[in-house]
């Protein structure tokens, strides 16, 4: 059976990361979706929100689906906005954030491999 989703019309729920502000998220595709090495998730920050400040032993794509922000990486704040690719390498410190005054929330999405470098899970995948 194919596996078609929209981002719009998948529920949403709240990140629960120490360090999260403001951000949740939905697996648009993944393990319980039988995805055999990767998965597409789909996070909005609101205004004024952002994502842990975190790195993992993996790399991960972003498509910026919507609104503006900025990404934390390699020690600087860069401004992001809807269009936008980001490359997060393997262990890189990185933070996603949203200006207090922004009017829209920041959509991304976001993937990530189903499985660790070292082994084990990916959370949220």
Do not use: W
């Not at 909005?44 to 790195?55: F, R």
């Not at 933070?95 to 990916?122: H, K, M, T, Y």
């Amino acid at each position: 059976m194919p596996q078609i989703r929209n981002i719009y019309d998948t529920p949403m729920n709240p990140v629960e990361f120490d360090g999260t502000k403001g951000a949740s998220m939905a697996v648009m595709i993944g393990r319980e979706h039988n995805a055999p090495h990767f998965a597409l998730r789909s996070i909005a920050v609101e205004p004024g929100g952002h994502t842990p400040k975190h790195q993992h032993d993996y790399e991960h794509e972003v498509f910026v689906v919507s609104g503006a922000g900025s990404v934390f990486l390699e020690g600087d704040e860069h401004p992001i906005k809807a269009g936008d690719t980001v490359l997060v390498r393997a262990n890189e410190l990185h933070q996603f954030a949203v200006p207090d005054g922004a009017s829209e929330p920041f959509r991304f999405l976001c993937i990530v491999p189903i499985e660790q470098n070292c082994g084990g899970d990916v959370p949220g995948s």
